[in-house]
């Protein structure tokens, strides 16, 4: 059973900085893609960015610039460091891992959320 077990949230003010990290245990971590997705009240999950197995990264134009993923497959654990924090990226942060299973294909596993809080 794959778990992710994300931390780093917390209260930051406008222009601050924050890092997020997401263990990930149960799975062939580097063979994942894994990403970052956000749910601020109201709004649907979307993603924030994302890193495959290659190294490739993919970062929604909100945040470039601004937040860097990263992933070391040593330790299961993907990051987010999120810099110039605005009070739009008040969310909850998601952890995802995507991998493809033969025969069912790409399967989707989510941590439990973080809470980030950019205050003005």
């Known amino acids: 059973q794959v778990h992710l077990v994300e931390s780093g949230g917390g209260l930051a003010q406008t222009g601050g900085s924050l890092n997020l990290s997401c263990k990930v245990s149960g799975t062939f971590f580097g063979g994942a893609t894994v990403s970052w997705f956000r749910q601020a009240p109201g709004k649907q999950r979307g993603l924030v960015a994302s890193?495959?197995?290659?190294?490739?990264?993919n970062y929604v134009d909100a945040v470039k610039g601004r937040f860097t993923i990263s992933r070391d497959n040593n330790k299961n654990t993907v990051f987010l460091q999120m810099t110039s924090l605005q009070p739009e990226d008040t969310a909850a942060y998601y952890c995802n891992v995507q991998r493809y299973l033969a025969g069912v294909g790409y399967t989707d596993d989510w941590g439990q959320g973080t809470q980030v809080i950019v205050s003005s």
């Open positions: 890193i495959h197995s290659s190294g490739s990264i």
